[in-house]
């Protein structure tokens, strides 16, 4: 099963990814990110080291100073999809995802930045329509400023759950696992 999560900059979509990885077995669940290409792209534009790139991760919205145009890590990938966008289609990350994972032969893939409609085109129409879940986060205080991402529509998924992300880890953990027990990815008995 494909399992897009999808929610504002601090609604917990890498922290769910981490929990159904731990949930479904590390073996059986590849991780992926819409955003991997131009993370790598500009770690290899800038030619960016392991530390810089982890730094700028971590101060995601943070200005890189004039030497980057004042732009944050996070403006600096929105300006590479935009490109990319306007050259290759507005379904680019899906379809390079698609492609990323021809070879995948891990039984679940967990999408844990989805955010737009146009890229999830392709994930929805490369797998039947029951093979896709969508977990949309929402968490008091994060939105969508800033940022090129949305709710998803609904309309695309046969399976689609919507998690207020309000308590502590355990709660959310919880929420997470509640998740994939309704659509029998973990019985009663598993963690």
């Not at 032969?105 to 999830?120: F, M, P, Q, W």
């Amino acid at each position: 099963m494909i399992i897009l999560l999808n929610g504002p900059p601090g609604s917990g979509k890498d922290t769910a990814a981490e929990f159904i990885t731990l949930m479904l077995g590390n073996s059986q669940v590849m991780h992926e990110k819409m955003s991997w290409p131009m993370k790598r792209g500009l770690t290899t534009i800038f030619s960016f080291n392991d530390a810089e790139r982890k730094a700028l991760n971590a101060y995601k919205d943070h200005s890189n100073g004039p030497e980057f145009a004042d732009m944050s890590w996070r403006l600096m990938q929105i300006d590479i999809y935009h490109y990319l966008a306007r050259r290759y289609g507005k379904d680019i990350l899906g379809r390079l995802l698609m492609r990323r994972n021809r070879d995948n032969a891990k039984r679940h893939t967990v999408i844990s930045d989805a955010g737009r409609n146009d890229e999830i085109v392709p994930i929805v129409k490369g797998f039947s329509y029951g093979q896709v879940g969508y977990i949309e986060l929402h968490r008091e205080g994060c939105n969508f400023d800033n940022d090129i991402r949305e709710y998803l529509d609904h309309k695309h998924f046969k399976h689609v759950e919507v998690i207020e992300n309000k308590y502590d880890l355990e709660m959310f953990q919880a929420q997470i696992r509640k998740v994939l027990r309704k659509w029998e990815l973990l019985d009663g008995g598993d963690n």
